[in-house]
């Protein structure tokens, strides 16, 4: 098995070229990496599209060119230095091995978050956690924990964060290509007084909202709310306590986060603001006036995380409450495996 090394930035000379693989190319977050890519120019030698048997030979563009998809069950990794996985767990489990045979895995998917050989990665937040990779695996956390975590990292730093109550509104698209075609489906059915069955959600999404994500555990929450707690403690601080209640609601995407925290020190909001507008991947947007805070329609198709109605809790000490809005398939997802490919390419990781 190939091995690969952390060098100083000083010791080695950069990469010039890389030759990169996507698996699960054609899905939601797939098509959002290559996006993320193009546009940030990244100098790729050669690129490999790699989806299931069904979409194997389909032509996709990137860069102005044809790219064919090739199939996963075939597809030689030993061609790739880094391999990004958007294919969901099981694929994961069954391939991610495979691809770290021969280059460094970039796993969307939950398999290996809580793997403690698998550093849990937000370049902004824990980019030096790299060095901790055992497995050539970096996982990329949930996507509503990566842009909570985006926001708590400054404020961490400044106040110390003793607990975190944090109420998400998800949209459709965390779910997949499925339940954003069912949501525009049961809202022409509900307009039309028609009948819905749901297909992708245990009730009606439509102009409804459904305080369930993901399986229930024994404890009453469900896995969606135990990956936050869990991640954020990882990539964080493990002495921070979270609690969270995770709701899908009837947008196709941008996910946005109620969040109360309390600190151990005292803070003014004009240090929380400050500390905010300087953090990198942190946009404040709050005027305190009709319209002056960012919804999910507008964050999406952004890069940024917005943080809108800032203001202290009255009713506990050290207390701060938030709204946070991100798009989840890009910040959450597809841009956050993409710059962690980038801090592996600054902090010159090379196979030996």
Request: proline share 3%.
């Amino acid at each position: 098995m190939e091995k690969f090394a952390i060098y100083p930035s000083s010791s080695i000379k950069s990469y010039n070229i890389m030759n990169i693989a996507i698996v699960g190319a054609t899905g939601n977050v797939g098509r959002k990496i290559l996006e993320v890519l193009e546009r940030k120019k990244l100098k790729i030698n050669e690129l490999f599209l790699v989806a299931s048997s069904k979409s194997a030979g389909q032509k996709i563009v990137f860069n102005g060119k044809d790219h064919e998809v090739f199939n996963l069950e075939t597809f030689d990794f030993s061609k790739t230095k880094i391999t990004f996985f958007a294919a969901g767990g099981k694929i994961s489990e069954k391939y991610a091995p495979l691809a770290a045979k021969h280059s460094v895995v970039i796993d969307n998917s939950s398999f290996y978050r809580m793997d403690q050989d698998v550093p849990l990665i937000v370049s902004q937040v824990n980019a030096d956690a790299i060095k901790n990779m055992k497995k050539n695996i970096i996982a990329n956390p949930n996507c509503s924990t990566a842009q909570l975590v985006i926001v708590l990292k400054p404020l961490h730093d400044l106040f110390k964060i003793q607990r975190i109550v944090v109420s998400t509104y998800q949209s459709v698209s965390g779910g997949g290509k499925g339940p954003m075609d069912e949501l525009i489906e049961q809202t022409k059915l509900s307009l039309n007084n028609k009948k819905i069955i749901s297909k992708n959600f245990t009730k009606q999404i439509a102009f409804n909202a459904i305080p369930h994500i993901d399986l229930f555990s024994d404890d009453g929450y469900t896995k969606e709310e135990l990956k936050m707690t869990n991640e954020t403690k990882k990539i964080l601080d493990e002495q921070i306590e979270l609690t969270a209640t995770c709701v899908r609601i009837p947008v196709m995407v941008s996910h946005s986060e109620s969040v109360n925290i309390q600190f151990e020190k005292p803070f003014s909001l004009g240090e929380v603001q400050d500390a905010l507008s300087n953090a990198k991947g942190c946009k404040v947007h709050d005027l305190r006036e009709d319209g002056g805070y960012i919804t999910p329609l507008e964050a999406e198709g952004s890069d940024e995380t917005y943080i809108s109605r800032i203001r202290e809790d009255k009713t506990n000490k050290n207390s701060l409450n938030l709204w946070i809005v991100s798009d989840n398939l890009l910040r959450g997802a597809a841009l956050n495996a993409v710059e962690i490919a980038e801090t592996l390419i600054k902090k010159n990781i090379d196979g030996k």
